[in-house]
């Protein structure tokens, strides 16, 4: 080994790859390695391995589910519009079984009515008020007992999913929707027989295999599972905007074949073909999306990809297989249950309990509040849920996609100053003497002042290369460049199939390289500490931003005196729905890819629990006060936000 003048030693060869460690070998560096700030995402690196061996008919992906989501939110919306006038009269119908009457003229409607059920025109002597009470009863013990029976269910399928994988409980739900749909047909056929009792029979049954929350669930869990993390909240965006415009289209198409018909059986019918549609993309198109249950080739390539995650996910998934079956629905809640490591859980969890509470209350007593107060009838509120529904539209289709689009902008502008910084500072340093690692120090096999030692591992094909020119040519063998350039290439070609490497750190042997990789980030495995973080920030943001639209809009229904005023005020309180996908999009950052299904679970059985109490709530507070404040309950709704908008700023990007 020689030594110039100064006695230091000459450099050896340098060709470092993206494998290859080396370290600064002068005055002021560490006697540490800097610790690691790239750490390899899980997701990301799934991401990657599906797009580069699986052609695009077997990949999973999010765009998959915007058919399913297109039919199946079509479909309930024409059914949603009538389905409720279809039970007002079933159970009118069930009230004068019970009660039968007593002069000619009620007994003549009562027999016209099994009609009527099927042609969805309840009679006018459905309007009595012993009527109205009894289907009201009815109706609130059914929706009960369906969503409590949703609540102890979807914990325990959204478990299972993440072992089992989600196209199942997918089609678990699409049978449950068609089962729903035939028991329809059945209470209309055979009501005085097995009417009431199928009724509540049919709720139970959906309830108890999720039904269509269920399906909506593990929609998100597979779109987690193969989106990139910083594309997650646009993807979300896109699937509740497909879900908004497929309702409001369902709901002028329920209305239109209802006008033309007379009858809610041709909408059964069609919601059936398209369930059955569904059914088959899911059985027979769309491919899986958990890791778990791809090909052999595929499960190699991500356990060696992420072999520093392993322990965490395996760590994730041991509660899961140790709980007992009837124990999943407490198992579900055990993200929210303090441990010191899952605040952030626990803030979501309340936020989304909280604004479900008030949402669900909103939908119960709005067409009250407005016929009181402003006089509305059907017209004024088909213009206010149709102008909420094209806001919604609006803002999850325009403008949160232009939110992100601009915070990615100044974050990559950010990131450009940083290295602009970082190579302004190398300059300077090599203008002082300092040694640099310029490219064209690594093209040269010597340098003239030699200041860095390359320490590899075996496998790299560059530091192996190396080391045997190095040998080589200690030992007089050979000092060829040319020769060792070939032999390298040699070696390069031969280990070309390497995988890619978690748990060696390397540096960027210029600026303008790591400018480059900042572009590329989207592409890579890897990601930083700071770009995790900010893609969080952006969520957390938004969902604060969103929170405080929808406390301010509350207090303006309450201020609003007049119809023009209450049209504004939605209309501003639609922008708020950009908080429910980022709610959702930061909620999987916080947990392994291994538990994206369970805990998208349970935050949809603590959105139950709010909408089973929110209903009683709400309403509860408007008839207390509809005689002296009637505005009162949009202060307490702006109350329950403002409450949400606090604890989003207690939430940590950590």
Known sequence: ????????????????????????????????????????DPTSAYVKI???????????????????YGLASVSGGMLTSSVGQFHVALLCREYMNRYPPTNTTEFVAHSALELSSLLLKPGSECDAPEIQAFTAKITAVIDVIGGLAAMLSIG???????????????????LSSLFMLLSLIAMGKWWDQIGLPLLVIASLISGLAGGFAMSGTMGLAYAADCTDPSKRSLIYSWLHAGLFLGLAIGQYMGGFIVKITGSISTIIYIDIGAALIGLLLLVF???ESIPEKQSAHIRKLYEQVTKSNQKQQDDAKKP????PWHSHFTQSLRFFKPDGHNTNLILLAAISFLQMLALKGT???????????????????????????????FSLLVLLPIFVHVYNKFYRKDGSKAATSASQSASYTSANGEPSSNNDDHENLFSSHPDQVMVGGLADPNVASSLEHLGESALGLS???????????RRSTVDSTTTWSSDRTRLPSSPSSSTAGKKGKSDSITRSKEQKLNDMKLDTWIIRVGFAINSVTYIGYGLSTKGWHFYLWS????????????????????????????????FQIVDSIAGVFSPIVISWVFALTVKTRPDFVWYCCAFLTGLCTVLSFMVRQK
């Open 156 to 174: 325990y399928y959204a478990s299972l999913s993440d072992k089992h994988g989600r196209i199942k409980l997918m089609v678990l739900g699409s």
């Open 320 to 323: 899961q297989e140790r709980a």
């Open 50 to 68: 599906l797009a580069e061996n699986l052609p695009w008919y077997k990949r999973p992906s999010a765009f998959w589910l915007f058919p399913i």
């Open 285 to 287: 198109v769309v491919p």
């Open 363 to 393: 939908f119960s007593v709005l067409i009250l509040y407005t016929n009181l107060v402003f006089h509305w009838r059907e017209y004024e509120d088909g213009i206010l849920f149709s102008m909420s529904s094209t806001v919604r539209l």
């Open 479 to 489: 000092d060829d460049e040319e020769s060792f350039q070939e032999r390298r290439r």
């Open 571 to 602: 209309a501003l309180h639609a922008t708020s729905i950009i908080a429910a996908p980022s709610l959702k999009s930061l909620l999987t950052s916080f947990v392994e890819p291994s538990q994206f299904g369970a805990v998208l679970g349970a």
């Open 1 to 40: 080994m020689t030594y110039d003048e100064r006695g230091q030693r000459s450099n050896v060869p340098q060709y470092p790859s993206q494998d290859t460690i080396w370290e600064e070998d002068r005055e002021n560096s560490p006697l540490l390695p800097p610790q690691e700030t790239e750490v390899v």
